[in-house]
Every structure is written in C-alpha cells, then in structure tokens.
C-alpha cells in the first residue's frame, strides 16, 4: 500500500531521485501543498508538488505504483528509466544521471547577483524553468534556509545548486560566453566541497561533464503529460 508520510524513510542509494525528494522535504515538509508517499516496507518514495512527481524506486511493486501514478495524475514524473518503463510512462528523451565528488578547493570570485538575474542567465534553451515569480519564491525559500547555493558572473554565467546532508545536485547551470560554462562548475563544485555531487544531463551536453570529472551512473528521464 502506498501512503501520505510525514517522514520520510531511508534512501540509501545515490540517485537524483533520492535527492530531489530530500531537497523538497528539507524545505517543504510542514507545507501541505507538498506531499510525500512512501510504500509499504519503503519499496518506493515519491513526492509531489504542482503536479510534478518524482519516484524514488527501491524495488517498488510496479504493478501498485503503476494503479497509484493513474489515480493521482501527475503532470510530469520524474525517475530512473526503468521504473518509467515498467509504469507505462517512457521519457521523451534520455537524461544521463553523473557523479563526482565535490573534492575542489578554494573559491572562485563571482558577483552577488539577485533572483531575476540568476533567472534570465538560467533561462536558455535547454533549460526548462517555472515561471520566475515561482522560481524566485522556490530558490529564496532554499537560499535563506541553507539548503541551496549559487554563483554568478553577471551577463555571463550562472549555476544553482540544491544540497541536503552531504549531497548536492545542480538545479541550472548555464554560460552565455565561451568558457564561462566550466568556470560555473568549478565555484559550484568548490561552494559544495565534500559533497557527494550529482547532475542530470542530456546526451549532447554528457561529454563536457565527462571532462570535467564526472562519471555516469544510470539513465532516468521525465515524463511529461500530453494536453
């Protein structure tokens, strides 16, 4: 049976899903607009907000989840490829979950930017963004409270993390100049150091991670409702 939790059960395995759900609770666990599953013996974790789920699987009975993801109706899910399989509901596309660990000294000078500006530099094809009024609201909610970092270089680059325990995983990142995409990285990485470091990528931008240190660990992709 999967049911309404107000804590959550261990995920002891390193996955984006995991951590996603985590960010949310860190946040969100006292507002009720979130919700948080988990199913019996927590095969399965799952979390809701605005209609966009994310499934942590930890071998779930598919044939109940699959029943529970119709019912509730989600506009979007988000979770490794083979639950998104075995639930009827394959991705558009593949996303590449990479890892490394955040191991890189030091501090990299940015600028102090505010919540449009860090916006309009994430906001590049690529990249899919709320809409800014709730970005704005999201990204100060996990800045003031610890659970988010950043850098900026205005009119240049611009990267967001979120981060619980001692995980992180990127949320945007982006470089409108030449070069500026690995410099983002880099302060990101030294703003997250000692974390284990997670980012979900698509095929064509696998290969500058690749060089940068991060190694594959599975594929996952969101599924997104049609009409």
Do not use: H
Request: glycine share 6%.
């Amino acid at each position: 049976m999967i049911t309404l939790v107000n804590i959550l059960p261990q995920m002891n395995k390193l996955s984006a899903e995991a951590v996603k759900i985590k960010c949310l609770f860190d946040c969100y666990k006292d507002d009720n607009s979130v919700m948080f599953w988990a199913e019996d013996g927590d095969k399965a974790v799952i979390s809701m907000t605005d209609g966009n789920m994310v499934i942590y699987n930890n071998n779930a009975d598919t044939e109940e989840l699959c029943e529970f993801v119709a019912a509730v109706n989600p506009v979007c899910i988000f979770s490794d490829y083979e639950t998104l399989r075995k639930i009827d509901r394959l991705p558009s596309e593949n996303i590449n979950i990479m890892y490394r660990k955040a191991d890189i000294t030091g501090e990299t000078a940015g600028d102090n930017l505010s919540s449009k500006e860090i916006y309009e530099l994430l906001d590049v094809p690529g990249l899919s963004l709320p809409e800014y009024p709730y970005f704005a609201v999201d990204y100060c909610r996990r800045l003031n409270r610890g659970f988010a970092n950043y850098f900026g270089i205005k009119e240049k680059c611009a990267a967001v993390t979120f981060n619980t325990g001692n995980t992180a995983i990127i949320n945007g990142i982006a470089s409108r100049q030449k070069g500026y995409g690995s410099i983002a990285l880099k302060a990101i990485l030294q703003k997250n150091y000692g974390r284990d470091f997670l980012v979900c990528c698509r095929d064509k931008v696998m290969e500058f991670y690749t060089k940068n240190g991060f190694e594959k660990l599975y594929n996952a992709g969101y599924w997104v409702k049609n009409g």
